[in-house]
């Protein structure tokens, strides 16, 4: 499910300009277990920024799209911090900034395996 379909069955859609689409920003699976998580990303313009964030709000790790995606594409993002550490389980954010707005979604990081 992406954000966009999250935003318009909570009436927030009712709020946001006819003109753009919400981009598609989706982790699949979520809950998630293992090194790393694939995130479906598009429509997305270029310099969007992805980071991932704790619970406390420090931020863990973050990838820069320096070039637009216009159909839908899957990267992995790797679910460790700053300094290569694998995270434990537990709650996170996932945070799309794309120019003037900024999108985010939970995931939820299961045992490892």
């Known amino acids: 499910m992406s954000i966009g379909t ?3 069955n909570i009436g927030l859609a009712d709020h946001l300009p006819d003109d ?3 981009p598609s920003f989706v982790t699949l699976p979520n809950p998630t277990r293992g ?3 694939p995130v479906r990303l598009g429509p997305i313009p270029a310099n969007a920024h992805l980071s991932l964030w704790d619970a406390t709000g ?3 790790n973050s990838v820069t799209l320096s070039q637009p995606i ?4 899957t990267i992995t993002l790797p679910l460790t911090d ?3 550490r ?3 389980a537990g709650i996170y954010l996932l945070r799309l900034a794309t120019g003037k707005r900024t999108y985010t979604t939970k995931l939820v990081l299961a045992t490892r395996r």
């Open 20 to 22: 753009r689409p919400l």
């Open 82 to 84: 700053t300094k290569g």
């Open 58 to 60: 420090r931020l863990l």
């Open 70 to 73: 216009r159909a839908n594409t």
């Open 86 to 88: 694998y995270l434990p």
């Open 35 to 37: 090194n790393s998580v």
């Open 6 to 8: 999250v935003w318009a």
